[in-house]
């Protein structure tokens, strides 16, 4: 069974850093590409970023260009979301989801952005 | 402003069908496939249709999809009360070096 497990979310205040991790499970990870996939208090689903599964290609949503960085780690089947310089607007749910548009969901980590 | 346009609203009564549409572009859906969820509030959404019409283990053939240039449909017959949820399209867009794009999303309503 494909499971997904999101962590390291909380409360950070506007400018600050916050690394989330998705431990996978149930399939080889190491063979799939993988997405983090956001959405905010009422509103709807907003793609933010993917990474090959070699993580040798990494895409971005242009609001999280410059601020966030995905990585892999194949050896501890583990996904991350590294996030910087946040704002109040990144206030959101971060789902980690297998493939690039997401085939298999996590539960979702809050992250919460304010002073 | 999402990228993928859906109505923010359907209805319909149990056992009629009901269409969700899905418009994009020429660097999404008409070069690319397109993935429908479902999503019930507080929980994760859930596939329910990838590759334009390829339904995952699980889901009932209620379910279909269909593409055509640039737009895409789901499709539910027979509706039922748990169909009542939120329903996202999404499709890779090729342009910006490359990305996934989200429709805004419709709330569906069985009355």
């Known amino acids: 069974e494909v499971q997904l497990l999101e962590s390291g979310g909380g409360l950070v205040q506007p400018g600050g850093s916050l690394r989330l991790s998705c431990a996978a499970s149930g399939f080889t990870f190491s063979s799939y590409v993988m997405t983090w996939v956001r959405q905010a208090p009422g509103k709807g689903l907003e793609w933010v970023s993917a990474i090959s599964n070699s993580g040798t290609r990494i895409y971005y949503a242009d609001s999280a260009k410059g601020r966030f960085t995905i990585s892999r780690d194949n050896s501890k089947n583990t996904l991350y979301l590294q996030m910087s310089s946040l704002r109040a607007e990144d206030t959101a749910v971060y789902y980690c989801a297998r493939d690039s548009l997401g085939s298999y969901w996590g539960q979702g980590t809050l992250v919460t952005v304010s002073s | 402003q999402s990228v993928l346009t859906q109505p923010p609203s359907a209805s319909g009564t149990p056992g009629q069908r009901v269409t969700i549409s899905c418009s994009g572009s020429s660097s999404n859906i008409g070069s690319n496939t397109v993935n429908w969820y479902h999503q019930l509030p507080g929980t994760a959404p859930k596939l329910l249709i990838y590759s334009n019409n390829q339904r995952p283990s699980g889901v009932p053939d209620r379910f279909s999809g269909s593409k055509s240039g640039t737009s895409a449909s789901l499709a539910i017959s027979g509706l039922q009360s748990e169909d009542e949820a939120d329903y996202y399209c999404?499709?890779?867009?090729?342009?910006?070096?490359?990305?996934?794009?989200f429709g805004g999303g419709t709330k569906l309503t069985v009355l």
């Open positions: 999404a499709a890779w867009d090729d342009s910006l070096n490359g990305r996934g794009v």
